[in-house]
């Protein structure tokens, strides 16, 4: 395992952290996050598909908005079910990733622990 800041996450183990944070069974085949059992689970990549992570920013009330064409970047912030606090992810450019971050975050806290596998997958 390898103890990794949450917001420093991207690809596939932002991918892979979502999952789990979901709780979902998580394994990588050919480099792509997959969830279900490796016979007949499904592709699950919420940075690149707004279908998943819409889902996520639905269910979970992620509060996403865009700083201005001066900033170019996306805050994503929710209400830590453990803390009441809110989580906030500030100025990333990319809007699904700044929703995973925000939502993996709120979940695991600012580390998260990552087996060295999937580590060496990514």
């Known amino acids: 395992m390898k103890r990794i800041e949450t917001s420093t996450l991207n690809g596939l183990l ?7 944070a979901l709780g979902h069974e998580v394994f990588i085949h ?20 707004w279908r998943i992570i819409g889902s996520i920013i ?6 996403l908005s865009y700083n201005g064409i001066a900033c170019n970047t996306w805050n994503a912030r929710l209400v830590d079910k453990k803390s009441g606090r809110w ?3 500030d100025n990333h450019e990319n809007a699904l990733i700044a929703a995973c971050h925000c939502f993996v975050k709120s979940i695991f806290g600012s580390y998260i622990d990552i087996p060295m596998n999937i580590l ?3």
Do not use: E, Q
């Open 14 to 20: 932002l991918d892979w952290a979502t999952a789990k």
């Open 30 to 49: 050919d480099r792509v996050v997959m969830i279900g059992n490796p016979k007949d689970g499904g592709y699950f990549h919420p940075t690149t598909d």
């Open 58 to 63: 639905d269910n979970n009330k992620v509060d």
């Open 87 to 89: 989580v906030c992810v």
């Open 120 to 122: 060496d997958s990514a």
